[in-house]
């Protein structure tokens, strides 16, 4: 192999080499997609936006994630600490003899023209499906927005986790004007001399921090937070009762916060279209209040991804780290904690939900237009069954967000990176495919009257799937005294009981002849964590038992 | 020194009762690099260990093995009688530990630290931690990402030493510390410990700090003991006439290179 011949070229091939299985994976999944449209639609057969086609939402996803992939990647923010106060450019690039300017400039040059391209491609790809999407202006907005995320992560900043607020908040306003030029039909030359000059705007910042990074300059403004600090010391509580409490606060500092501050970051935003939905038709409304109630669940996804790694700032971030491999406290123990910090976690992202919709709702003058909604499920099913739907529909959101965090803990908990990296390609195939045959069920009625009619072999099928691995984990944890006889049974029997309750439950609310007991028998079972919940120690002695 | 009568520790016959790590033929690779071959060390109680080799020598591993972290692919480990693996609550709570990584959550203040970590062990002594914070010049209220590499090592310590465990384990404990903290601190401590009858393992790549503070030393090279003996019987076996090698010279005689190497 030819070695760089510059510094430019030695930050291109850095870039490259570190992720060039992402870019062979991107080329394959574009590959995919070209594939589905030929068997599914056939050559020269157009593909709409409208239902019932809609298969361009496949590429949505996968988009989306490559998209914040690359933000990453070129703003070097899967290395560092995004919280800290320290600049995430690398350290170790700021003592190559080449020019701050060059420093700032190739990485952006670099990720300016991936982002654009990744745009341009799929803009291609969709022509080739007839569909006419603009081509500049969103190349231009990907390239904008990723020199921003660059110029302002990597800039020093006086406290911590200020570097996140002002990213966030500089990109939502960013997207919030794009939105509503297109709200506004803006004229494409307009768009592009809104974005174009931030490019240049972006660079000077960027170089600004990087200048500042390099010199060591970091701002320090912990002198203005000295006064609290104190004052939180000498209120500090006592000891910890036991071991499972220290362990359960150390969880919740390292992790347990990550969640609620996520969902307090996109509350306002998301309550802010109630301001401008109330004199719109009452759908609109109902949309944004589904949009909130669905963000602990779905930002859960994202916080998860933190609390099954060990250690998010060890070399190994996976691997248990010595400190907490020696903790003298069993797996299981240290997994209680890591399942008791997620119940704390979802309880404050909800109390901020629950705090916010109505006031929201209140300050927005939409107040009446959801008690009315409420007014007809008490008319249409009963007051009492009402409620229950209700409380039902909050816990089932509540115990959805808790198991986001947490269902997937078993996997980051092994420590092993093939395992994690075959799971994300499972998901990943999951996203790719799901959408297609969705379509494909919905469009073909024969499909979806076949799918009806197996439901419930499909459900039970999976319920057996579930029984045999949650077998061989109750096997696993027995067999290598993870947990104590008396442990096993008690949550064999705590999870019955709580399969039956919820039983109960639909079969109570949901009283319609044409559902038989059977299924919902089978979704209560499907509903209620058992294997991936009891493989969790099994993964975690498997990490720190190497 | 002074301490329990000297004994070769791949000798295993000491008395259970008094034998604080027991290691039986243990094996262990790293794909194609086998990190420990056939290791058998039995350590009786109430003296320092001192556990010397080159870097990569596989010095961390059989620490690692020792704590539970690795398992014993085959042989086995036990400390005080027990599996690490199969009763890491009956193990850990015993031992102290102080990793070579540094790995302390860096988000602590000091006093955090002691607050979290007091709860593990009901034999803690908060008198003797606050002698050693004050001792060590560690500021409660500094947050442990922000105290130097040999602050940091000093906050390991702290939380190793503040109820007095049975056994306590060093990972190459000079990391960071500079010559004077180091030969003030790290050689009272481990005397303090070795006179109260507990036992100290420690690692080290350093040759003349094992010499000054280690009744026993066990050199290992390749994964294999070289040597295992009492400090004064090695130095006796090798004196010639009147002058006694150093351990460094001993170290070279056995392995064939020095255990650190040489500045570029």
Do not use: C
């Not at chain 1, 401008?276 to 759908?283: A, F, G, I």
């Not at chain 1, 078993?410 to 996203?431: C, E, K, N, P």
């Not at chain 2, 010499?211 to 090695?234: N, Y």
């Amino acid at each position: 192999m030819r070695s760089p011949q510059s510094p430019a070229q030695a930050i291109a091939w850095e870039f490259r080499r570190r992720h060039l299985r992402v870019l062979i994976a991107l080329a394959g999944y574009l590959l995919v997609l070209a594939a589905i449209k030929l068997l599914m639609r056939g050559l020269g057969q157009p593909i709409t936006l409208e239902p019932p086609d809609g298969r361009v939402g496949v590429a949505l996803g996968p988009l989306s994630v490559t998209f914040f992939y690359f933000l990453a990647v070129f703003s070097f923010g899967l290395a560092g600490d995004l919280a800290a106060r320290q600049s995430i450019y690398p350290a170790r690039m700021f003592t190559l003899p080449v020019t701050t300017r060059a420093l700032a400039g190739w990485p952006m040059l670099y990720g300016s023209a991936v982002m654009a391209s990744l745009w341009l491609g799929m803009a291609l790809l969709a022509r080739w499906w007839d569909l006419a999407l603009p081509v500049i202006w969103p190349a231009l907005l990907a390239a904008v927005f990723l020199a921003w995320t660059q110029a302002l992560t990597w800039m020093p900043y006086g406290w911590r986790g200020v570097r996140v607020v002002v990213t966030v908040l500089w990109l939502a306003a960013l997207d919030v004007i794009v939105l509503l030029a297109i709200h506004f039909k803006v004229s494409e030359p307009l768009m592009i001399g809104f974005l174009a000059p931030q490019l240049p705007l972006a660079y000077l910042t960027a170089r600004f921090a990087v200048a500042r990074a390099r010199r060591g300059d970091i701002p320090d403004w912990r002198g203005m937070r000295a006064r609290p600090a104190a004052i939180a010391q000498v209120s500090q509580p006592g000891h910890f009762p036991s071991p499972a409490r220290a362990q359960l606060w150390f969880e919740w500092r390292r992790h347990g916060r990550t969640l609620p501050a996520l969902v307090a970051l996109l509350l306002p935003f998301e309550l802010a279209f109630l301001f401008l939905v109330r004199h719109d038709p009452p759908v609109l409304i109902f949309e944004t209040l589904l949009v909130v109630l669905l963000t602990p669940p779905f930002m859960a996804t994202f916080a998860a991804t933190m609390v099954s790694r060990a250690n998010p700032h060890a070399r190994d971030s996976y691997g248990v780290t010595p400190f907490d491999a020696t903790r003298p406290m069993t797996s299981a123990g240290l997994i209680g904690a890591k399942l008791g910090m997620a119940i704390w976690s979802t309880l404050g992202a909800w109390l901020l939900v629950l705090v916010a919709i109505p006031l929201g709702l209140k300050l927005s003058g939409t107040w009446p237009t959801v008690i009315g909604w409420v007014d007809w499920l008490a008319r249409v099913f009963g007051t009492p069954r009402a409620i229950v739907i209700l409380l039902l529909v909050f816990s089932s959101l509540i115990v959805s967000t808790w198991k986001q965090l947490v269902h997937s803990m078993y996997i980051g908990l092994t420590g092993r990176v093939w395992v994690i990296r075959t799971s994300w390609l499972f998901a990943l195939a999951f996203i790719i495919m799901i959408g297609p045959v969705a379509q494909w069920i919905i469009d073909d009625r024969a499909v979806a009257a076949g799918v009806w009619t197996a439901l419930p072999w499909i459900l039970a099928a999976l319920v057996g799937v579930k029984m045999i691995a949650a077998a061989w984990v109750a096997q696993r944890l027995y067999s290598s005294r993870l947990l104590s006889d008396r442990m096993l049974v008690t949550g064999a029997a705590g999870w019955m009981v709580a399969v039956l309750l919820l039983y109960g439950l639909l079969a109570w609310a949901f009283f319609a002849p044409l559902i038989p007991r059977y299924l919902l028998g089978l979704v209560a079972i499907l509903a209620m964590p058992l294997a991936r919940l009891s493989a969790a120690p099994l993964a975690l002695a498997w990490n720190r038992h190497r | 020194m002074g301490h329990q009568p000297a004994a070769i520790v791949t000798d295993s016959t000491a008395p259970t009762a008094s034998v604080v790590i027991t290691v039986s033929d243990l094996t262990r690779r790293f794909g194609a690099t086998t990190a420990l071959a056939s290791v058998s060390l039995s350590l009786p109680r109430g003296a320092v260990y001192g556990l010397v080799g080159a870097n990569g020598a596989g010095k961390t591993t059989l620490i690692k093995h020792i704590l539970g972290l690795l398992r014993a692919e085959s042989g086995s480990v036990r400390v005080f009688g027990l599996d690490p693996v199969a009763d890491p609550v009956g193990v850990l709570s015993r031992i102290g530990y102080l990793s070579e990584e540094n790995d302390l959550p860096g988000w602590m203040r000091v006093d955090e630290l002691i607050r979290y970590s007091r709860a593990f062990y009901p034999a803690w002594d908060d008198g003797y931690a606050e002698e050693l914070r004050q001792r060590f010049a560690l500021d409660s209220t500094a947050r442990i990402k922000n105290l130097s590499k040999g602050q940091k090592a000093r906050a390991g310590l702290l939380i190793a030493l503040a109820y007095r465990p049975e056994l306590l384990v060093l990972d190459e404990p000079s990391s960071g510390l500079d010559p004077i903290v180091r030969r003030d601190i790290l050689g009272a401590v481990l005397r303090t410990i070795a006179d109260e009858g507990r036992t100290v393992l420690f690692s080290s790549h350093l040759l003349d700090e094992v010499e000054r503070v280690a009744d026993h030393v066990t050199m290992i090279s390749q994964g294999r003991v070289v040597l295992s003996a009492p400090l004064d019987a090695i130095r006796e076996s090798h004196r010639v006439g009147e002058r006694t090698p150093s351990l460094e010279e001993i170290f070279v005689a056995h392995v064939g290179m020095p255990a650190t190497p040489p500045d570029p």
